[in-house]
């Protein structure tokens, strides 16, 4: 279309799509509204017929350009109404080039570079023919058992909400239109990561309060943000699976947020209404699903077989047939595809070229998170050095690195910890690998006498610990988060041989460290970095850069802690540090009382053994003078918030200054933090900089116990500090 108005735009796309709409019988209409699943398929006359015959709005998981193209070729040229199709692939954290998973870009707080690897994926995907994926993935995770939390960006809705519109923004670019620019999805709406005791697809049972002050939040920032479509969840939600969840996908989605995308069930949840017990028959579920709003069905069959019996029966209007068709035309025609519906690969960057590498890199660096460095022992020193053992099954594993979620990564551009630190130490320092276990799992310790003695020869033990990519992701859940197989014993045995200990964790969750945080003398946890992550593990042992990673979730000392995140409630009876009975401590013949006690475990207390927001750095950040620019402040206005920070030690590096709040007394209980603000800063050595944050009071704003949006006059704490666990503290009020 011509530079015209918005509003004219809008217009024509009205006039373009109810004039397509009314052209369309119900059997196309029904089409538009299917996704088939085509991977490892050519294209069949089966297929042919099925595209010809407009049955098909869709496809999913094809990505050989020329067939996509071909395929593409025969919905446009060889049916009656041309209508072309969307290409749907997941590209999570990356496609060729893998980026570190979610959680680990969330350990970044890096919203640009956030955008600027969504930005490189959808680069890649689109060469590949793609454009529309399934991703951001929003889901509040706050248990560390689950799977998925490897492809969440964590605990916090205000850190998931920014990082999310900036995937979005990513993915989608300036415009739909824009080559490379491929839709995006939020999903799994919602509630989907709190799946009773961690385990995937289990059910969730989230109260509307908790729904709208936590879970939804993130959503409503991609919603905000222009996301292109919304994926359902898979969940029971309060006994409503999502798919057929008319308060989420009505309620909420269109009346509340305006949304104007449309709504795609996840793969195979309209059928699996059926197995939830919510229908009795497939034609059931297509009809609970379309009526609730789900627009296009992933993978099952029940729209193709029943909708149209469903409208002829009277069961199901037509015109909801056509607002979930006019839904999906208007995203066809904003990427473009009537004019354009074909790829031209060679007009679209090489996989794998050198920005993306460099963007991946980046990513890898500011994603790792130092937990641990006793005595300063990192960052090593290439010069001093003479010999370094190199152990574990996650040292030289580039399949491995990429993470879960990762169908089109190619392993041959990555570069393993082992390759990277035996090309940045040189010849001159010996580097001896010890694979130790044949992966993570295997619980032979027979090699590790040996291990031990030949590593006990070298200056320093670097160990390369934690997970395979797929111990975590969809459906691979852990019960049990310690390092998995003999690891720990690996540990002990190499902390025997005298030498210094550093672990690189290499995992898709929050693990539980308790059983070798002590033996370890220096801790990174890389999550699972991507293609540049052998690199950016070296740029930081090595000291080419500071670690700058910041926990996006909080890591229980045990797994009987979880769920355990920092922005809880606080109880009638919140624990404190000072009242804690250790059950080692009780008596025999101890008599029964419940007084004094308070919101703890016996045999582990109450706290992470790492909390949320926390990250070491090479230089040494000390947080003073902070202030807020008036002690009361009226409905509508902005207070300033500000700190001074300075970088005491000895090297440059980037800290993330992290703004929480609480607000002491609510018409329903309030957390007792909230993060609210966050700034990367990047320090010189014995630079100080004052760092401020604007708080609107439209920022205080809650869901109180008749589920409106509400804002109330009372006393706030505020804290600003590098960790959730920030001591520098003041308070204002909020007046009416
Ligand atoms: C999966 C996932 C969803 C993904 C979809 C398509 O089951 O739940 O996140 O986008 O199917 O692969």
Not at 301 to 315: C, H, I, P
Not at 493 to 508: R, T
Not at 539 to 555: A, T
Request: aromatic share 8%; glycine share 8%; proline share 4%.
């Amino acid at each position: 279309m011509e530079n015209t108005s918005a509003l004219q735009l809008v217009r024509e796309t009205d006039d373009f799509v109810a004039s397509l709409i009314a052209q369309m019988d119900l059997a196309e209409k029904i089409g538009q509204m299917c996704q088939i699943d085509v991977a490892g398929e050519a294209l069949s006359e089966e297929l042919k017929a099925r595209l010809s015959a407009g049955e098909v709005g869709s496809i999913i998981n094809q990505v050989d350009v020329e067939l996509v193209n071909e395929i593409q070729r025969v919905a446009v040229e060889e049916s009656r109404l041309g209508i072309p199709l969307l290409i749907g692939r997941d590209v999570i954290h990356g496609f060729k080039t893998v980026l570190p998973i979610p959680i680990g870009q969330a350990a970044s707080w890096n919203r640009d570079l956030v955008e600027a690897g969504a930005r490189i994926s959808a680069l890649e995907a689109a060469r590949a023919g793609v454009n529309w994926t399934f991703a951001p993935m929003l889901d509040i995770a706050r248990d560390p058992r689950w799977g998925r939390v490897a492809e969440s960006f964590g605990e916090d809705p205000f850190l998931a909400s920014m990082l999310g519109a900036a995937m979005v923004s990513g993915f989608q670019g300036q415009s739909l239109r824009d080559n490379g620019s491929i839709a995006a999805c939020a999903k799994h709406f919602a509630g989907y990561g709190a799946a009773e005791s961690g385990r995937d697809y289990a059910t969730t049972n989230i109260p509307e309060n908790e729904l709208r002050n936590v879970y939804l939040q993130p959503f409503h920032a991609a919603v905000t943000a222009g996301a292109a479509t919304v994926m359902t969840s898979f969940g029971d939600l309060n006994g409503i699976p999502c798919t057929a969840n008319g308060f989420l996908l009505r309620q909420i989605l269109r009346e509340e947020w305006g949304f104007s995308g449309f709504v795609v069930s996840d793969w195979d949840s309209v059928f699996h209404l059926k197995v939830h017990g919510l229908t009795a028959d497939d034609a059931g579920s297509a009809l609970e699903a379309a009526q609730a709003g789900v627009d296009m069905e992933m993978a099952s069959t029940t729209y193709k077989q029943y909708l149209a019996q469903l409208v002829e029966q009277g069961k199901l209007s037509e015109s909801v047939i056509d607002q979930a068709v006019a839904r999906i035309l208007r995203l066809k025609l904003a990427l473009g595809l009537f004019e354009n519906p074909y790829t031209e690969p060679e007009a679209l960057p090489a996989y794998g070229n050198r920005q993306a590498l460099d963007v991946a890199r980046q990513t890898a660096r500011e994603s790792i998170v130092m937990l641990k460095n006793a005595e300063t022992l990192l960052p090593l020193s290439a010069n001093t050095l003479r010999s370094i053992a190199v152990v574990g099954p996650l040292a030289d594993a580039p399949y491995e690195q990429l993470g879960t979620w990762i169908f089109d990564g190619d392993s041959a551009l990555s570069v393993t910890p082992l390759e990277a630190i035996r090309r940045r130490v040189g010849p001159e320092v010996e580097v001896n690998f010890f694979q130790a276990m044949a992966t993570s799992r295997d619980r032979n310790t027979d090699a590790f006498e040996a291990v031990a003695e030949a590593a006990g020869q070298s200056d320093v033990v670097l160990m390369f610990l934690g997970e395979e990519s797929i111990l975590s992701g969809e459906a691979h859940c852990r019960a049990d988060i310690n390092l998995p197989g003999a690891q720990a014993e690996l540990v002990r045995k190499l902390k025997a041989a005298g030498k210094p200990i550093i672990a690189v964790i290499l995992a898709g969750r929050p693990l539980t460290l308790t059983n070798v945080i002590d033996e370890i003398d220096a801790l990174l946890f890389a999550w699972h970095p991507g293609t540049m992550g052998g690199e950016a593990i070296s740029d930081l042992l090595f000291g080419d850069f500071s670690p700058s990673g910041k926990l996006p979730v909080s890591f229980p000392r045990h797994v009987g802690q979880v769920p355990i995140y920092y922005n809880h409630k606080n109880s009638g009876k919140p624990p404190s540090d000072d009242a804690i009975v250790h059950i080692d401590d009780i008596d025999a013949n101890a008599t029964q009382t419940s007084l004094g006690m308070t919101a703890f475990h016996l045999d582990e207390g109450f706290r992470p053994l790492f909390p949320f927001g926390f990250g070491l750095s090479y230089a040494d950040f000390v947080y003073a003078n902070l202030s807020c620019d008036k002690q009361q402040v009226r409905l509508g206005e902005t207070l300033r918030i500000s700190a001074e920070v300075s970088n005491q030690g000895s090297c440059k590096a980037i800290e993330t200054v992290q703004l929480y709040i609480r607000d002491l007394v609510g018409n329903v209980t309030r957390p007792v933090r909230e993060l609210k603000g966050f700034r990367r800063i990047e320090l010189e050595p014995g630079q100080t900089e004052t760092v401020t944050f604007d708080l609107h009071t439209d920022d205080l704003a809650f869901f109180g116990r008749d589920q409106q949006r509400v804002i109330e006059a009372g006393e706030f704490r505020v804290w600003i500090g590098g960790s959730s666990e920030a001591e520098l503290e003041t308070g204002f009020s909020l007046i009416d």
